[in-house]
């Protein structure tokens, strides 16, 4: 563009400075452009414009001086100098501005000596002029010394190199001013065609630019939107919040955020901001929003499905670079952050090499070499060394008054490339087909004009197969196709642009979703063409049929699920329950704190570690519930809902019925090992009763009726059964003999208990006893009726051992009639009444339940089998009796045990057995390994007539049999001996003589009893300790069998 002077400089400015010169100096002066338009004139003579000018001859003569100065001024040194043929002077200095000459800085008319009147009065006389008048004009003509010339001149040059100086700047600013007018009308044009959103809003949050894309994303005009303010759009931040988020903003100078938005229509869209603060015109931030809610849906659910595509909902924005010859002049924020530099390192620098390959640098080239412009895919290289994937788009363009080159990279290393190359055949179509995927086309009065390849593939047809036909053809109805167009130019009237659903059939009939955007060509005239765009959301569709069904289905298998299951958010609130969580608490806790409904605490539970849990994702835990008493392994695992938000699921698994069956376990494997312990002590124990107990029944035979001698034999042989009913007691508690039970009085068998009981527990707890001599015998087990009264008595006791208690035994006979029938004593007839009672603690009606559930005990661990109860109940029942127990907390407990008595029928005489032994002559085999007991079984034998032959071993046994099997009678021989058991040996004689009668006598012996004896033919089987009588009645017994079975007598 061409200036003229006038464009350059102040002109009102120049003439002022020139007519207060004037007043000091009396100096003409003017300034004339090439053109001969006087721009500023001071002081010009009269006798010049009175009359020189204005005579058409002297004229002549001026301009002949115009002409002389106009072809030498390229002479000026620093002016051309002109004597005028009229007498006068003029000088003339060059205006030249950034090497252009645009005028002249004219001075004169005036003379440089005395003028020569004589010459004057000619020239007033040659053209005519009033001779008075004109030579009082060549008197006022300022007469000027060659040195006030110069002077004058000198200054004047000064005021040039101002003039210059002040049109260059003026200049350089017209220049500067068209470049922003070119630069913002290039950026502008950008804005409004970019996808995303753009804003320009002053510090108090007033819009003061949008784009026609954020005018789409919030469903506002652009007018509505400028009459709007920040808050009024926002959801997240308050009025407050959004002032205060702008302060940050203006100290930070950027910020780049997520929030969310308010559309017109009240829907919420998620958004992302990208804003920088610009300090000119009062302070302004420039904002770029983009429309992230399909990517936070997205990520929402690709964050369920497998967390490494968490990533790809974090959408980049293009990076922008100008440069020239691959040197950077200016590039967005995201051009340095993609590549890892600082600004002030690319700026001004080659940088376009260093951020990509040689390889992608040298093709690139090539392509720009032959013209192309993009898009490239190519590979970058950032600061770091490493590389990827990258689009550029290049545009050649002016810049600063050069041509240069803006480059577009998208960082493709998150998402793929899913548009082709759009065809460009008309330039208001190009940005169109840069968009995203999507199928995209024009229609002039729904005559489809243009169409893209997506938009065929995604409905099956050709480009010509489309092109010049009706938009109907690709609906399935009138109806649905005249929606559509009543919806979306209805949109586009009201907002400039239309978006419907709906569904469009292919070639093939398939039907499929698509979202159908449309925006005129011309805003005022839709003949002109609307250009649209679909974007095929079948497939998401899909999707969100496929995560309802999802939902469905676990929602179902949660109510199948018999395990309690719940999810709570991260305050402890209940969101969900399922049906068997809600039987478990018994209502519909949705809302409440989980540890309130579900535990009956008033505080967050003591196992609940929410924190570690987030940390970990998922934890396990072994909890007893307070709600109900009941163990529970809970597994909890943490998930994030489609807002952000955390929740966790915790499921219930009810362990009480697996603990209690591991503490039964337990309690049976001590129970086994104290039986297997029992065992071997009753067969030592036995064998070193048995001399004792023999020995002693012996020496009562020879002993002298009355002796001292014979008291103490007697002592000694009661004192050897107690101890074999000790150890009797021993193997039933173990389980490791069968307990017969016999007509027995619980009296004195009570009367023992207490004396053990009275030593063990202290004084200062009373007991009293209430026991009925006379009473009547049951059927019972010494042993079992022993463990009755000693686990009674015990508990009562562990039940006031805190304070000086008192516990009261009683016993008697009670008649129950049909009339007193209670709901423990079913049948009537006559039972012993055993009373056990304490005032101690007292049990609630919970723990009395649960009382003779065997394992269950109410003491700390390690104080308690909690089998005690168990056992009585047990024996109580297998008697046919009944328990019936009465208690209140704090008062005490009384059990009270029922026993039926036998008939008279049953009961045998009880009295002491007269002591008479059955003898004989046979000839008997004794074996047994302990040399003690040997010899008092052979001196018991041979005292009652029989001939024996002991052996120690039973190997040697087995030989002596062998010699002469025919010799022995009978064979007796212990049950464990090393080398044969007495089982293999009995095996081993009966295989060389079936008729040989063998009697096995044990201690203890978990491998034998009496009838695995009879099974493998031994005729008799005695435990050990053995006394002289069932000795005796046994030998008796097997030989009479053994003869009885051969026919002899």
Not at 129 to 150: G, M, R, S
Request: aromatic share 8%.
């Amino acid at each position: 563009m061409e200036y003229k002077l006038q464009d350059l400089i102040d002109i009102e400015h120049f003439q002022d400075l020139q007519d207060r010169l004037n007043a000091i100096y009396s100096f003409p002066s003017s300034i004339i452009d090439n053109d001969g338009n006087i721009l500023t004139a001071t002081a010009w003579q009269e006798v010049c414009t009175q009359f020189h000018r204005r005579n058409k001859d002297a004229e002549k003569v001026c301009i002949k001086s115009d002409q002389y100065i106009k072809d030498h001024i390229h002479e000026a040194n620093p002016a051309v100098t002109y004597h005028c043929p009229h007498g006068l002077v003029d000088n003339a200095i060059p205006i030249i501005i950034d090497g252009i000459h645009y005028g002249n800085f004219f001075t004169g008319q005036f003379f440089l000596e005395k003028p020569n009147i004589t010459v004057f009065r000619t020239q007033a006389h040659k053209y005519g002029f009033n001779e008075e008048a004109y030579l009082k004009a060549v008197e006022k003509v300022p007469i000027w010394t060659q040195e006030q010339l110069d002077s004058y001149l000198f200054f004047i040059k000064g005021l040039i190199s101002v003039i210059s100086e002040s049109g260059l700047k003026r200049l350089k600013e017209m220049e500067n001013r068209k470049q922003i007018q070119k630069s913002e009308k290039r950026y502008r044009s950008i804005l409004k065609a970019t996808m995303d959103g753009y804003w320009l809003t002053n510090t108090k949050g007033q819009l003061l630019e949008v784009n026609d894309a954020y005018c789409r994303m919030s469903g506002y005009s652009e007018s509505e939107l400028l009459a709007m303010r920040i808050p009024e759009l926002e959801v997240i931040e308050t009025p407050e919040m959004v002032v205060e988020h702008m302060q940050k903003v203006i100290a930070a100078g950027s910020d780049r955020f997520e929030t969310k938005h308010r559309r017109k229509d009240g829907s919420i869209i998620d958004v992302e901001i990208s804003l920088q603060f610009r300090k000119d015109e009062g302070g302004q931030c420039i904002c770029f929003l983009r429309d992230i809610t399909d990517r936070k849906k997205a990520e929402v659910v690709l964050r369920k499905s497998e967390k490494r595509f968490k990533q790809l909902a974090k959408t980049a924005f293009e990076a922008i670079v100008i440069h020239d010859q691959g040197v950077v002049l200016e590039a967005n924020d995201q051009y340095f952050n993609m590549f890892g530099y600082e600004r002030e390192e690319l700026i001004g620098k080659e940088g376009i090499s260093r951020t990509t390959t040689p390889e992608s640098h040298r093709i690139i080239q090539q392509q720009i070499t032959k013209g192309s412009l993009g898009p490239y895919t190519a590979t970058g290289k950032r600061k770091d060394g490493t590389v990827f994937p990258m689009e550029l788009r290049v545009l050649n363009m002016e810049y600063d008054g050069r041509d240069v080159r803006a480059v577009a990279i998208r960082d493709l290393t998150e998402q793929k490339i899913a548009e082709d190359e759009l065809r460009k055949n008309e330039s208001y179509m190009r940005s169109i087909f840069r968009a995203a995927p999507a199928g995209i086309g024009v229609v002039h009065n729904r005559i489809m004009s243009q169409v893209n390849d997506k938009f065929c593939e995604m409905l099956g047809y050709s480009q010509d197969e489309l092109i010049g036909q009706n938009s109907r053809m690709i609906y399935f109805t009138d109806e649905e196709y005249e929606r559509v167009g009543r919806e979306k130019y209805e949109q586009i009237r009201q907002s400039g642009t239309g978006t419907v659903e709906t569904q469009m059939k292919c070639k093939d009939g398939k039907k499929i979703d698509v979202l159908l955007s449309s925006t005129p060509i011309e805003d005022d005239d839709l003949n002109a063409g609307v250009t649209f765009t679909t974007l095929d959301i079948t497939s998401i569709k899909h999707t969100q049929t496929a995560l309802k069904n999802s939902e469905m289905k676990y929602r179902t298998m949660m109510e199948a699920i018999k395990d309690p299951v719940y999810i709570c958010s991260d305050n402890y609130r209940i969101q969900y329950m399922n049906q068997a969580m809600l039987d478990r608490v018994g209502h519909d806790a949705t809302g409440e704190l989980c540890y309130e409904a579900l535990h009956g605490f008033d505080r967050q539970c003591l196992w609940c570690k929410y924190d570690h849990i987030f940390k970990s994702g998922h934890t396990e835990k072994n909890i007893v519930s307070p709600l109900d008493n009941r163990s529970f392994n809970v597994s909890s695992t943490v998930f994030e809902n489609e807002t952000g938000s955390l929740s966790k699921l915790s499921v219930f698994r009810d362990t009480t019925d697996f603990i209690e069956l591991q503490n039964r376990l337990q309690q049976a494997q001590k129970m086994e090992a104290i039986g297997n312990l029992a065992g071997g002590i009753a067969h030592d124990f036995n064998n070193i009763l048995f001399p004792i107990i023999g020995r002693s029944e012996l020496m009562m035979e020879d002993l002298a009726a009355g002796s001292l001698e014979l008291e103490h034999a007697h002592e000694i042989y009661k004192a050897g059964h107690r101890a074999k009913g000790l150890v009797s007691q021993i193997l039933s508690f173990s389980r490791q003999s069968d307990q017969e039970t016999m007509p027995i009085k619980f009296q004195s068998i009570l009367k023992e208990v207490l004396k053990l009981c009275r030593s063990s527990i202290p004084t200062n707890i009373e007991i009293e006893q209430e026991i009925w001599k006379d009473c009547g015998p049951v059927r019972g087990n010494a042993t079992q009726l022993h463990q009755i009264g000693l686990n009674l008595i015990t508990n009562a006791y562990h039940a006031v051992q805190e304070k000086n208690g008192k516990i009261k035994v009683a016993l008697e006979e009670i008649t129950i009639d049909r009339i007193s029938l209670t709901d423990a004593i079913t049948s009537s007839g006559k039972y012993l009444q055993f009373t056990v009672s304490d005032d101690g603690v007292g049990m609630t009606e919970k723990v009395k339940n649960k009382i003779f559930e065997p394992y269950f005990t109410t003491k700390e661990q390690g104080k308690g089998t909690g089998l005690g109860l168990a056992v009585v109940y047990g024996i109580v029942k297998e008697y046919g009796g009944e328990v019936e127990v009465e208690t209140k907390v704090g008062s005490g407990t009384t059990f009270k045990v029922y026993l039926p008595l036998i008939n008279d029928a049953e009961k045998k005489d009880l009295s002491e057995v007269k002591n008479t032994f059955e003898t004989g002559d046979e000839h008997i085999l004794l074996v047994d390994d302990e040399d003690p007991v040997i010899r008092l079984e052979k001196q018991i034998l041979e005292r009652l007539g029989y001939k024996v032959t002991s052996r120690l071993n039973s190997i040697e046994a087995l030989e002596s049999f062998k010699n002469d099997p025919n010799q022995f009678d009978l064979v007796i021989t212990d049950m464990s001996m090393p080398n044969l058991t007495g089982v293999q040996l009995a095996k081993e004689m009966l295989s060389i003589n079936p008729d040989t009668p063998i009697i096995i006598c044990t201690g203890f012996s978990e491998r034998i009893n009496k009838e695995k004896a009879e099974n493998i033919g031994v005729k008799g089987f005695l435990m050990k300790p053995v006394i002289k009588s069932d000795m005796a009645q046994m030998v008796r017994k097997v030989l009479d069998e053994s003869k009885d079975s051969d026919g002899t007598q």
